[in-house]
């Protein structure tokens, strides 16, 4: 299968401090990772676009300087929540593009980090 | 633009019974069509998808789904179903026409009940 993994599963930080939150693919390399953001009992909103090698692409509304995509590598893509308020606090799950083999091109999702920002 | 829409934010079956969880969507293209299950403080699991073939398609833990391209259409379907089945379930969609990234658009969610 292809497993995702998120680090870390949750963190709690001080207003005004910074959040680093890694996305790995754990058995496939993933040129395209994707970084969604998610209220209680809401659907996934897409932040950005995560491509290894290059910026990142964000959605219309998501602030690049605040929200920092890095996709060094194959296999890891980082989100870093710059000067966090208490507004950014929420789930904020990552998926990885797999297209081995034909007709594959699904997004595994890793299992979220839960930022509660004070 | 594509869509996606799930008509119920909640489905309540007897343990047992069938389950079947809506989706319609909207695409200018060929969909790619899929159902991802989430379950609390967790990220999405993916059950099944269709990309072409068989209209259709059996997933992970007995779940299926049929493609009806007609009914622009995509439910999800569990003959019997169980108490762990309980969770939220996405539906989503790519439009292979429009997008090269392999974005999805996801459904609002739809909350499945289970009880014994």
Request: aromatic content about 0%.
């Given at each position: 299968g292809a497993v995702v993994s998120q680090h870390p599963s949750w963190v709690i930080c001080k207003s005004g401090t910074s959040v680093k939150i890694e996305c790995r693919s754990l058995d496939f390399q993933a040129t395209t990772m994707f970084w969604y953001r998610q209220f209680p009992k809401q659907s996934l909103m897409l932040m950005a676009t995560s491509n290894e090698g290059s910026k990142a692409t964000y959605e219309q509304g998501v602030e690049k300087d605040k929200f920092l995509i890095n996709?060094?590598?194959?296999t890891l893509s980082t989100l870093t929540v710059t000067s966090?308020?208490?507004?950014?606090s929420s789930f904020y799950i990552c998926s990885a593009r797999d297209y081995r083999g034909l007709g594959a091109d699904t997004q595994y999702f890793g299992p979220g980090t839960r930022l509660t920002v004070l | 633009a594509q869509s996606v829409a799930q008509p119920e934010d909640q489905v309540n079956v007897a343990e047992g019974n069938p389950l079947t969880v809506k989706c319609t969507y909207s695409v200018s293209g060929n969909p790619y069509l899929f159902w991802y299950v989430q379950y609390p403080n967790r990220g999405l699991q993916f059950l099944l998808k269709y990309i072409?073939?068989?209209n259709l398609v059996k997933g992970s833990y007995g779940f299926e789904a049929e493609f009806n391209k007609s009914q622009t259409s995509f439910h999800l379907k569990k003959p019997s179903a169980l108490v762990s089945d309980s969770a939220l379930y996405f539906c989503a969609v790519r439009d292979m026409e429009t997008d090269s990234w392999g974005k999805f658009q996801f459904g609002a969610g739809t909350q499945v009940v289970v009880t014994p």
């Open positions: 996709h060094a590598s194959l966090a308020h208490p507004e950014d | 072409t073939g068989d």
